[in-house]
């Protein structure tokens, strides 16, 4: 694998799954724990993350209709789950002795400070690692879009996806067995093709502020500091 350039400030969007024992498919404390091992590795290492988080092992939007449950509702529910994430993890971290600060985007002052881009930019310099739960703090936003709209902000060098993939594809590879694995693309293509494994609003975001983003599968092994080391793994948009 060759390397891209040095990374140092990141953006991590890791799905609710990565806290799913993947065995008993189950809520697992010890997922929490390896995750906050990887992070301290990493931060050891020079490097500084800022996190947002998923909250599908707690409850998934797009399961709302099947349940009859209004899509605001659903959409707030899933922000509470990003938000018993990062209090698992926030834990876990701390009890490591990582320099972290939780920022969420919906107000809950006794349990996080509400997030504001510039204190959040200020934190970023002084911790190691940042967790951003809550999303964009507005139903019908997906985290991937928080995930952009924090890049941007925080004016990282990269967005890296984990999610459950090992790419992109020019079509879904669990249905379609000649489905094409796609190792670079432009902004511009991937959403002329209306590809699936990131928002469309959020790539656009990512176009507008020039931020490459990297998809990944954080279940193979060791991706997640492959990934971060700037390894090219998995599949990147960007502008070239």
Known sequence: MQKQKALRRILLKVSGEAFVDQEKKSFSVKSYDHFASLLKELVDEGKKIA??????????????????????????????????????????????????????????????????????????????????????????????????????????????KATKVDGIYDKDPKIDKDAKKIESISYREYL??????M????????????????????????SLQLAIKGEKIGSLISGE
């Open 51 to 160: 996190l947002v988080l998923g909250g599908g092992n707690v409850f998934r939007g797009i399961n709302a209709q099947k349940e009859n449950i209004d899509r605001v509702l659903a959409d707030q529910i899933g922000m509470v789950g990003t938000m018993i994430n990062a209090l698992f993890l926030l834990d876990r971290l701390q009890k490591l002795g990582v320099k972290v600060k939780a920022l969420s985007a919906i107000g809950i002052e006794k349990i996080f400070e509400t997030y504001q881009p510039f204190q959040a930019k200020e934190y970023f310099e002084k911790n190691d690692l940042l967790l951003l739960p809550g999303g964009t703090g507005n139903p019908y936003f997906s985290t991937d879009s928080a995930a952009a709209l924090r890049a941007l902000e925080l004016q990282v060098d990269i967005l890296l």
């Open 192 to 197: 002329s093709r209306e590809l699936k494994v």
């Open 199 to 222: 928002d469309l609003s959020a790539v656009a975001l990512c176009q507008e502020g020039n931020v490459p983003v990297r998809i990944f599968d954080f279940f193979q092994k060791d």
